[in-house]
């Protein structure tokens, strides 16, 4: 029997991989001869770069960028197994978990960081570059990251621009001359699950600024800043990004994206699946085994397991699906391919036990479902 294994991480507990072998140990402990396929999988958020780097066969970059308020800090980016390719997780520079709840201020914070992970992988030598952008902390519509790739965002005095949303109001030029040479001729990808567009009332300031830190007159300030911003990018650069879907997505670093660097915005799952060829995996496996921290109706949404439910009923495959836990509606899932969801839990505990215990759990679920197949078999 050939099992495939392509989980996402349990958020704040464990990554992709760790989730993957539990399940694994669990399928051994019944079926010890099993040909036994990982795949650990993200949706382009925190997890991805470790799960395609896993994946694949490459490896991960440790480096020092500037964080959201400009601060020195350690982060990392990956390099896939074809040595070619970067893959970029926004969080790890410009991440809202890098802040303290009272640092959260999108007036200041800013995509620098972003920019210098890019650099580092050009620095690599990479001709393709991957992006999630999930979790970020700000909403400077990428400006902070074209500065960091050399771009100059010039005020009326040719002085550049302030660093956060607050500096969009300032822009008088843009001169992307001076942006790095390098970028010519790659391949850039966001991982971007969001359809919301920069400016309106589902824009960028409106609907991500209050998570970011934002207050009422904040947003109105910033989505302000935002439309001037958009509108020097149509004058100057002749691109024109206010409504396009995803140009909203993580503070307008979507728009950031598509009018400096060229970059195509592709749901994070299929992009991923993409690198990882699962298809071709599913497609040669008897039964597929999927999981995430939290499973229920909005898991239909873009997340992970819902993906791998598409492919699996493509190809006619039954698909088991772990879940730290079953939020509403979660029976309405059967219909996109799963054939069970199944909680991890044994017995009541707090959220606390479940996560520190998550592995075992997974490990005893993925036994006793094991044992209930073969029965079957």
């Known amino acids: 029997m050939k099992i495939l294994i392509a989980p996402d991480s349990f958020k704040d507990?464990?990554?992709?991989?760790?989730?993957?072998?539990?399940?694994?140990?669990?399928?051994?402990?019944?079926?010890?001869?099993?040909?036994?396929?990982?795949?650990?999988?993200?949706?382009?958020?925190?997890g991805t770069v470790e799960a395609l780097v896993n994946a694949t066969g490459g490896k991960i970059i440790n480096i020092q960028v500037h964080d959201p308020l400009m601060r020195k800090i350690d982060s990392f980016f990956g390099i896939l197994g074809n040595r070619k390719t970067a893959?970029?997780?926004?969080?790890?520079?410009?991440?809202?978990e890098l802040l303290t709840e009272k640092e959260r201020n999108p007036w200041l914070t800013t995509t620098f960081g972003t920019g210098e992970l890019i650099k580092a992988a050009l620095d690599f030598g990479c001709q393709t570059i991957l992006i999630g952008i999930g979790g970020s902390a700000t909403v400077d519509g990428g400006a902070g990251m074209v500065q960091a790739l050399g771009a100059e965002?010039?005020?009326?005095?040719?002085?550049?621009?302030?660093?956060?949303?607050?500096g969009l109001a300032q822009l008088s030029t843009i001169n992307t001359d001076t942006l790095d040479v390098r970028l010519k001729g790659k391949k850039i990808w966001v991982a971007c699950d969001v359809?919301?567009?920069?400016?309106?009332?589902n824009g960028a300031a409106k609907i991500f600024g209050p998570q970011k830190g934002a207050n009422p007159e904040m947003i109105n300030k910033l989505e302000q800043n935002l439309a001037h911003y958009s509108e020097v990018i149509e004058t100057q650069l002749g691109i024109t990004i206010a409504n396009i879907p995803g140009t909203g997505a993580a503070g307008g670093?979507?728009?950031?994206?598509?009018?400096?660097?060229n970059a195509e915005l592709k749901?994070?799952?299929?992009?991923?699946?993409?690198?990882?060829?699962?298809?071709?995996q599913i497609?040669?496996?008897?039964?597929?085994?999927?999981?995430?921290g939290k499973i229920d109706y909005q898991t239909r949404f873009g997340k992970t397991p819902a993906g791998v439910a598409g492919i699996a009923k493509n190809f006619n495959k039954p698909l088991l699906a772990f879940?730290?836990?079953?939020?509403?509606?979660?029976?309405?899932?059967?219909?996109?391919?799963?054939?069970?969801?199944?909680?991890?839990?044994?017995k009541p505990m707090s959220l606390q036990e479940s996560i520190t215990n998550a592995g075992e759990l997974l490990m005893n679920a993925a036994e006793r479902t094991m044992r209930i197949l073969e029965i079957k078999l």
Not at 253 to 261: D, E, H, V
Not at 335 to 344: A, Y
């Open 323 to 346: 879940a730290g836990s079953l939020g509403p509606r979660v029976e309405s899932l059967n219909e996109l391919g799963f054939t069970s969801i199944i909680p991890i839990t044994d």
């Open 153 to 166: 965002l010039l005020d009326k005095k040719n002085k550049s621009i302030a660093k956060g949303g607050k």
């Open 267 to 280: 749901p994070g799952f299929e992009l991923i699946s993409e690198i990882v060829h699962l298809a071709e």
């Open 195 to 201: 359809k919301n567009p920069l400016l309106g009332e």
């Open 13 to 46: 507990c464990l990554p992709a991989s760790k989730v993957a072998l539990s399940i694994e140990l669990g399928i051994l402990k019944v079926f010890p001869d099993a040909e036994i396929i990982k795949i650990p999988l993200a949706d382009g958020g925190e």
């Open 253 to 261: 670093l979507g728009a950031g994206f598509m009018a400096f660097l």
């Open 87 to 96: 893959i970029i997780e926004m969080a790890a520079a410009s991440g809202i």
């Open 283 to 292: 497609v040669n496996a008897d039964l597929v085994i999927t999981a995430e």
